[in-house]
């Protein structure tokens, strides 16, 4: 079985019956979304499954040791490098960890977490068109605290040597600066 096509039907799997935060969109849309953007970018096989199942050790009973059995050692590595290590910590404690973390990312984890996010801005962006600022109610902090959280993510990777010149960072900076637009002095 296709490596990829077999990504998909276990995230579809481990993802059945989830929706996407605040929404009715079957959660399964995202992981989708992911392998096609990291595709789109030219990343191999092992990054594009890593993408698609990238948030099932996080929020299913799957885990790493699955993930590894049924693909291999690189995806379950990738994946746990965009699992956030301790889930019921404070939403901030989680964040600047993960910023942190970003510094030092290789560049096959650090394209899945631009992806990520990628998408997660994206979608935010299609629904803020419907609901204007009402958005923001469906997320742990606002959107003060978000912009803070995707700009220091951009100047996370900014430090980090394995993306620089990256096409996924540069259009992850675009899609940041379309949500959060600077402000004219």
């Known amino acids: 079985?296709?490596?990829?096509?077999?990504?998909?039907?276990?995230?579809?799997?481990?993802?059945?019956?989830?929706?996407r935060k605040g929404t009715s969109i079957?959660?399964?849309?995202?992981?989708?979304?992911?392998?096609?953007?990291?595709q789109e970018y030219g990343c191999s096989e092992d990054v594009i499954c890593a993408g698609i199942l990238h948030d099932t050790v996080e929020d299913t009973e799957?885990?790493?040791?699955?993930?590894?059995?049924?693909f291999n050692e690189n995806v379950?590595?990738?994946?746990?490098?965009?699992?956030?290590?301790?889930?019921?910590?404070?939403?901030?404690?989680?964040?600047?960890?993960?910023?942190?973390?970003?510094?030092?990312v290789d560049?096959?984890?650090?394209?899945?977490?631009?992806?990520?996010?990628?998408?997660n801005l994206q979608s935010i962006i299609e629904d803020k068109k419907e609901s204007g600022d009402a958005i923001w109610s469906r997320?742990?902090?606002?959107?003060?605290?978000?912009?803070?959280?995707?700009?220091?993510?951009?100047?996370?990777?900014?430090?980090?040597?394995n993306m620089q010149e990256t096409n996924i960072l540069q259009a992850l900076i675009e899609t940041v600066h379309e949500l959060f637009p600077e402000e004219e002095s």
Not at 62 to 70: A, R
Not at 77 to 92: F, L, M, N, Q, Y
Not at 139 to 161: M, P
């Open 26 to 38: 079957p959660y399964i849309v995202h992981p989708v979304r992911m392998g096609m953007i990291l």
């Open 76 to 104: 379950a590595r990738i994946v746990e490098g965009c699992s956030e290590p301790v889930k019921d910590a404070p939403w901030e404690e989680r964040k600047d960890h993960t910023l942190k973390y970003i510094m030092t």
């Open 139 to 161: 997320f742990n902090r606002g959107a003060e605290q978000q912009e803070w959280y995707y700009r220091g993510i951009l100047a996370s990777f900014a430090k980090n040597e």
């Open 1 to 19: 079985m296709d490596k990829i096509d077999k990504a998909l039907k276990v995230a579809a799997k481990a993802h059945q019956g989830q929706v």
């Open 62 to 70: 799957v885990t790493l040791s699955d993930i590894s059995i049924l």
């Open 107 to 119: 560049r096959e984890t650090g394209y899945v977490i631009c992806a990520d996010k990628m998408h």
